[in-house]
């Protein structure tokens, strides 16, 4: 499957900014979002069911692609357009056969192996990082910086890639001049929820 990345890719976090994932999915659409992740680690699995097919269904009437973070079983169960998982997740070869070929599947990574690894699997973008420092994750792997960027620029080609860590308004065009086709941002975006669609509009137009 091909699919064209936007320059920002928004992951919404209700720890961060205290809203519902339908609420962040409303003001990053507000603000232009094209293609949002809804990435969840602290609800229960009810709760982010509910607040997930909302958000599913809100961002469908306006032709906005939603990708479920990690919960394949949520992503198909309400007809997300895409998943995107972590080394420690179900296998991507699993995903696939779970969601089809029409889904969207991103896959993480973070060192040079696993990139040149997952070339190799069914997944229609690339992450890699974190760039940069960052404290949206607990345990997160080592920053691995601008450099080995344009390394997986280079391995992998014409392939979708997405840059994650650390990403803000200082920093991110030097990700996309690196080679980053899409920044992934979640602090930089949701720390102020009452400048969400605000901030959206603002890493869109500059």
Do not use: W
Not at 161 to 182: E, K, P, T
């Amino acid at each position: 499957m091909n699919i064209v990345l936007p320059k920002i890719y928004p992951i919404t976090d209700t720890r961060i900014s205290g809203l519902s994932h339908l609420e962040q999915v409303k003001r990053s659409v507000a603000g232009g979002a094209t293609l949002i992740q809804l990435r969840e680690k602290h609800l229960s699995p009810a709760e982010f069911c509910e607040d997930a097919s909302a958000a599913i269904a809100y961002a469908r009437e306006r032709s906005v692609k939603i990708i479920i973070n990690d919960r394949v079983d949520i992503a198909a169960a309400y007809n997300a357009n895409g998943v995107h998982l972590g080394q420690d997740d179900l296998p991507l070869s699993e995903a696939r056969k779970i969601l089809g070929d029409g889904a969207i599947i991103g896959f993480s990574t973070h060192t040079l192996e696993q990139v040149r690894e997952a070339l190799r699997l069914p997944v229609d973008y690339i992450a890699y990082g974190p760039i940069f420092d960052t404290r949206t994750k607990q345990d997160p792997d080592a920053t691995v910086g601008l450099s080995p960027l344009m390394k997986v620029r280079e391995i992998i080609g014409n392939r979708p890639l997405v840059a994650i860590g650390g990403i803000d308004g200082d920093n991110y065009r030097s990700v996309l001049a690196a080679g980053a086709d899409s920044v992934a941002i979640i602090s930089a975006i949701l720390s102020d929820p009452d400048q969400i669609e605000a901030k959206m509009r603002s890493f869109n137009n500059t």
